[in-house]
């Protein structure tokens, strides 16, 4: 499973967040507010063989979505920022 955590590939001129509708921040091609981006390709032993799924969610969203998991999220500090 692969989570994207950095979005730098904006195909879309708008971006929205896939759970509320929000749309999202961008000015001049740059995404001006942190978002969770997904990219699925389902594989050969799931039932969406060869599927690619992606959805974008606002943070807002997203802490709605880990509060309701029975295992919390791994959280580490990234040491260098680029
Ligand atoms: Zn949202």
């Known amino acids: 499973m692969k989570w994207l955590k950095d979005v ?3 195909k879309h001129k708008d971006m929205y967040c896939n759970v ?3 749309k999202l921040k961008i000015e001049h091609g740059i995404l001006k507010e942190d978002v969770f981006s997904a ?3 389902w594989g050969y032993f799931s039932h969406k063989d ?3 799924h ?3 969610m606002c943070e807002r969203c997203y802490n709605r979505m880990v509060s309701e998991f029975v295992i919390p999220v791994d959280i580490s500090l990234k040491r260098e920022v680029m």
Request: proline share 0%; charged share 35%.
């Open 54 to 56: 992606t959805f974008n």
């Open 50 to 52: 060869l599927q690619i």
């Open 39 to 41: 990219k699925k390709e």
């Open 20 to 22: 509320c509708g929000k």
């Open 8 to 10: 730098h590939d904006l």
